[in-house]
């Protein structure tokens, strides 16, 4: 399963925080989430910030998995894709891409704890928000 970043700040002024979020290279789009709005307080606005497929291997969300818990995931899962009739040659390949978004590394696209503390002084600062919230 991919990991996205979102943001949850309390403004209504999307076009200020694309702003700022394009100064540190990432997206502010603006999304519902009906699961995570149950927790917010009004006034508050979540905004995708990833601008790429996903924000796998950020820094704000480390993978905790060994090699074998990889490679026990993976079997469980080819045997799963085995059993809706997919072919062993389709399954090898699933597997490897699998194996090469697992093994990609951390901090891509500019990712850091240097850049999200930026992102939230920038925020804190631009919009005068007395919170700023990421949720991966």
């Known amino acids: 399963m991919c990991h996205f970043v979102t943001l949850v700040v309390s403004t209504d002024d999307a076009a200020a925080v694309e702003a700022v979020m394009a100064r540190h290279g990432r997206a502010a789009e603006p999304i519902d989430n009906p699961s995570v709005a149950k927790a917010m307080i009004p006034g508050e606005r979540q905004f ?4 790429g497929h996903c924000d796998c ?6 993978r905790c998995e060994t090699a074998d818990d990889t490679e026990a995931r993976l079997a469980k899962e080819a045997a799963r894709l085995a059993r809706k009739g997919w072919s062993p040659t389709k399954i090898a390949r699933a597997r490897d891409d699998r194996r090469r978004a697992a093994d ?8 850091s704890l240097e850049l999200w503390t930026a992102v939230i002084r920038d925020l804190r600062e ?4 007395p919170h700023v919230g990421l949720l991966v």
């Open 48 to 51: 995708l910030t990833t601008r």
């Open 57 to 62: 291997g950020t820094v704000l969300a480390r």
């Open 104 to 111: 990609r590394p951390s901090g891509q696209d500019g990712d």
């Open 126 to 129: 631009t919009l005068g928000a």
